[in-house]
């Protein structure tokens, strides 16, 4: 159907990826769904499908530029035309900077910003002769600032930044709208319930970030008139220190 839209989630893991992929498939988009494994994603699917919306998944490495370029262009030519586009890659580790290996430097860069460079290219491709669309980089603390033991996730996360504002300042004018939301804050996930159980326990207080309302932020993003979009914004919640 000619007013079928897709939305393209590249690192749809349990949390932040997946919230918005259900958010935006209630809406009415077919939700892409994305991780180097496939079959990972198959509850997310079947969750959204139970819901009335459409979903397909795909196993894809998006540090692969023959991989990202087969991808966009086969949902292009496959399914619907791509309206929204997230980069959701975190590739969050902590090494001393005397650990911190150079294959360690070089994959995280690859995953937390290479990959985004990629997806931003090849879905700007994509919406450059429709003149509209919306492309979304999450963010992170490790954005704004460095801090101990985070000099390989830091340095890609604020060039992933850099690459988000270049992108905008091109891509605005020409009715593309690209946002860097910046998420501050433990996110409610296994992760952080398992590692950091002190720190999940603030969740009974509203103290760590609920991937659904993420995924509520960045639905208004992409409904944001054009006389006042946003580029970056900051969530994070009320018991953060910054």
């Known amino acids: 159907m000619k007013d079928e839209k897709a939305v393209l ?13 259900r958010r935006f498939a209630r809406e009415g988009f077919t939700a892409c769904v994305t991780r180097r494994n496939a079959d990972k994603l198959q509850p997310l699917v079947e969750q959204i499908q139970a819901d009335g919306g459409r979903a397909h998944a795909f196993g894809s490495d ?27 890659i975190g590739a969050n580790v902590r090494f001393d900077i005397t650990e911190t290996t150079a294959r ?26 429709r003149g509209r669309g919306t492309i979304i980089f999450t963010g992170a603390t490790a954005s704004l600032r ?27 004018p020409k009715g593309i709208h690209v946002a860097h939301p910046v ?11 398992s590692t950091f159980p002190e720190r999940y326990a603030l969740k009974a207080q509203q103290g760590i970030l609920d991937p659904e309302h993420i995924a509520d932020h960045y639905w208004q993003i992409h409904n944001q008139p054009r006389d006042a979009w946003t580029h970056e ?10």
């Open 9 to 21: 989630v590249i690192g749809a893991g349990d949390a932040t990826g997946g919230a918005v992929a």
């Open 183 to 193: 998420v501050d804050g433990a996110i409610d996930t296994e992760f952080i319930r």
């Open 233 to 242: 914004t900051e969530l994070r919640p009320w018991i953060e220190s910054w």
């Open 104 to 129: 360690v430097y070089f994959k995280v860069w690859e995953m937390a910003c290479f990959s985004g460079f990629l997806m931003g290219r090849e879905v700007a491709k994509a919406m450059l002769p």
């Open 62 to 88: 998006a540090r692969k530029e023959e991989e990202m370029v087969a991808l966009v262009e086969r949902i292009e030519r496959d399914i619907a035309p791509i309206e929204v586009a997230v980069f959701n």
């Open 146 to 172: 460095g801090r101990e033991g985070f000099a390989a996730f830091a340095g890609a996360k604020h060039a992933l930044r850099a690459l988000a504002q270049s992108m905008a300042r091109e891509l605005w």
